[in-house]
Structure formats: structure tokens, C-alpha cells
């Protein structure tokens, strides 16, 4: 199972920062999550939140704004993946905004680097399936009726290979469906030892986490 550190490891530095993701790696974690969005000057920052402590949209702020705001500088997507070429990124594309210009940024990186796709955007994540060299996943937060309702409009692209589910909606029959028909299985937000754990029982491919530790010593 690999072990993904949930925006770095922010045990002892700010999520999405060059020193979270520097630690995550120190840590010997398999890859980092992390978020981009488009900031009011056009740069493909990363920050998860749509609207920051400040009360204002990442949209509506430049990037310095957002700095100054946070309390600490804000790594753009080229600069992270410039920075630790070695190790799997798991890009969540938060928005539709600007999405040719997180494409263009990611286009460069297509050899030499690994990297996943996913959104909860799942319009966004066959955009990217068409357009980019990499593996894409759909990330839920629900547990549809049927896989086949969550692929709708997914069907034939080879490159939408993860799934990516919230702890919450584990379920074991759309697991085993889910890898029959060629998916690997990612989960986000498992919190105690116990329920990574459970995610390494189950089968699961890799997990999204804030507590790499935890599933670290298992």
C-alpha cells in the first residue's frame, strides 16, 4: 500500500509548503497530495482552500496577497514538481479555472515525473485524460448505487485508472468491482492506526493521508 502524505507531512510545517513537502519526503513517505488553484495574477499556487482564514477567495488575491495572508510563501505547481522530481505527486485540480494553463504546466513534466490527476471534477479529470501523458482518478466522496453511474461519461479512457473514495464510503463489493474492471483504489482520511489498518486489509492500493506515520508502522 503506498503511503501519500495529505498536502506534506504538516505535523511540523504549514500544509502545501515547500518545508511540509520537504519533510514529507524526509519522512520516506511514496508521494505527496496537493491542491492547486489559480490565483488573481494567473499563477497555479497551492492551496487547498477555496477561501482563506482572511475571508477572501484565492481567486480574488495574487499571489503575494495569498502570502501575506497565510504567513508563509505559497510554492506554485512548477516550483514543487521542479523541486522533488523523485517521488509519485498526486495533483488534485480543484476548479475548471484556467485548466489549460495547470495542463500546459503539467505537459512539462510529463516525462521524468509521476503523477496522478484526480478531481472531484470528473468533467476536469477527462480533460486531462485526453490531454496529458499521466494517470487520472476520479476522486468520491459518496457511494454511488452502481460503479457503473460513478463512470458515466468515463468510459473509454485508459488513462482514468484510480479511484480515489473517502474513508467514510468504503464498500467492500464496489472494491472488488472496481479492481476486476482494472482500477487501482486510492482512499483519503483515515485518521486512526486502526483504520489505516483496515485500508491495508481491504486491499487498498495506496492512502491519502495526514498521519503517514501511522501507516508507516503497521
Not at 521542479?82 to 485548466?99: A, D, M, R, V, Y
Not at 486510492?186 to 481491504?202: L, M, N
Amino acid at each position: 500500500m503506498l503511503v501519500i502524505a495529505h498536502r506534506g507531512f504538516h505535523a511540523s510545517a504549514p500544509e502545501n509548503t515547500m518545508a511540509g513537502f520537504e519533510a514529507a519526503v524526509t519522512l520516506g513517505v511514496n508521494g505527496i497530495e496537493t491542491d492547486v488553484r489559480i490565483s488573481h495574477d494567473g499563477q497555479p499556487v497551492l492551496v487547498h482552500d477555496r477561501v482563506i482564514a482572511s475571508g477572501h477567495a484565492v481567486t480574488d488575491l495574487t499571489r503575494d496577497e495569498i502570502e501575506q495572508a497565510l504567513g508563509h510563501k505559497v510554492p506554485t505547481l512548477d516550483e514543487a514538481l521542479e523541486c522533488f522530481p523523485g517521488i509519485l505527486w498526486n495533483i488534485e485540480i480543484k476548479t475548471t479555472q484556467s485548466l489549460d494553463l495547470v495542463i500546459g504546466v503539467l505537459k512539462r513534466y510529463q516525462v521524468g515525473h509521476r503523477i496522478l490527476i484526480t478531481s472531484f471534477r470528473h468533467d476536469v479529470v477527462s480533460v486531462c485524460a485526453s490531454s496529458l501523458q499521466m494517470e487520472c482518478g476520479l476522486l468520491v466522496a459518496h457511494r454511488p448505487q452502481a460503479l457503473d453511474s460513478l463512470l458515466a461519461g468515463c468510459e473509454g479512457s485508459p488513462r482514468i485508472d484510480h479511484i480515489v473514495w473517502d474513508y467514510n464510503v468504503l464498500d467492500e463489493l464496489l472494491l472488488k468491482q472496481a479492481t476486476a474492471d482494472g482500477f487501482r483504489n486510492f482512499v483519503y482520511g483515515p485518521v486512526t492506526q486502526s483504520e489505516h489498518q483496515h485500508c491495508r486489509d481491504a486491499g487498498i492500493d495506496g492512502v491519502i493521508t495526514d498521519h503517514p506515520l501511522l501507516a508507516q508502522n503497521m
